[in-house]
T-cell receptor, first 112, second 113 residues
Framework: DVKVTQSSRYLVKRTGEKVFLECVQDMDHENMFWYRQDPGLGLRLIYFSYDVKMKEKGDIPEGYSVSREKKERFSLILESASTNQTSMYLC???????????FGPGTRLTVL | QQQVKQSPQSLIVQKGGISIINCAYENTAFDYFPWYQQFPGKGPALLIAIRPDVSEKKEGRFTISFNKSAKQFSLHIMDSQPGDSATYFCAARSGGGADGLTFGKGTHLIIQP
């Protein structure tokens, strides 16, 4: 079974703090993704990576950066958290050979 | 600009009925169309997917109908059960598997017993 784990289920941070969200997958997948999910807006792609040290901007990259130093780990970084980044953050991974993206359980981030 | 439009936002169906969720897309480069199911507190999970070279795909009680000329696709859930109550997202992708998905806004489905 594919497993995508996210470091925290719930996180509360203050405005201006630097925030790290970690994602780890155990299936040797090449591709990894970060989405945010907001009520009434669905899931929106923030960043994705198709290989170690490679990254591509998604639809809403502003205010975020990512890091992929190891194949199994993909980190989302909020350099200076703002209240409009309060959201559910979902990590996903997929293999190069198949289409299916497997999602983690999500991290609900609240920025006060 | 929303590239995948999903309707309805919410849907209530009686047990045993047919649930139908519709999506329309604009980008003709999209070549992969999955449907994801999400239960509260969980991440989305792939339910069924289709490519535009076929007009229909069926897996158990779940069917995707695809109309390439109209740029529309839909999910039909036959014999809907209370356990099907969840949020459903359609999505689309162009290019290869390394690219991210563009999601619809979701449909909250409730199956009444």
């Amino acid at each position: 079974d594919v497993k995508v784990t996210q470091s925290s289920r719930y996180l509360v941070k203050r405005t201006g703090e630097k925030v790290f969200l970690e994602c780890v997958q155990d299936m040797d997948h090449e591709n990894m993704f970060w989405y945010r999910q907001d009520p009434g807006l669905g899931l929106r792609l923030i960043y994705f990576s198709y290989d170690v040290k490679m990254k591509e901007k998604g639809d809403i990259p502003e205010g975020y950066s990512v890091s992929r130093e190891k194949k199994e780990r993909f980190s989302l970084i909020l350099e200076s958290a703002s209240t409009n980044q309060t959201s559910m953050y979902l990590c996903a991974s997929s293999s190069r050979a198949l289409d299916t993206q497997y999602f983690g359980p999500g991290t609900r981030l609240t920025v006060l | 600009q929303q590239q995948v439009k999903q309707s309805p936002q919410s849907l209530i169906v009686q047990k045993g009925g047919i649930s139908i969720i519709n999506c329309a897309y604009e980008n003709t480069a999209f070549d992969y169309f999955p449907w994801y199911q999400q239960f509260p507190g969980k991440g989305p999970a792939l339910l069924i997917a289709i490519r535009p070279d076929v007009s229909e795909k069926k897996e158990g009680r779940f069917t995707i109908s695809f109309n390439k000329s109209a740029k529309q696709f839909s999910l039909h859930i036959m014999d809907s059960q209370p356990g099907d109550s969840a949020t459903y997202f359609c999505a689309a992708r162009s290019g290869g598997g390394a690219d991210g998905l563009t999601f619809g806004k979701g449909t909250h489905l409730i199956i009444q017993p």
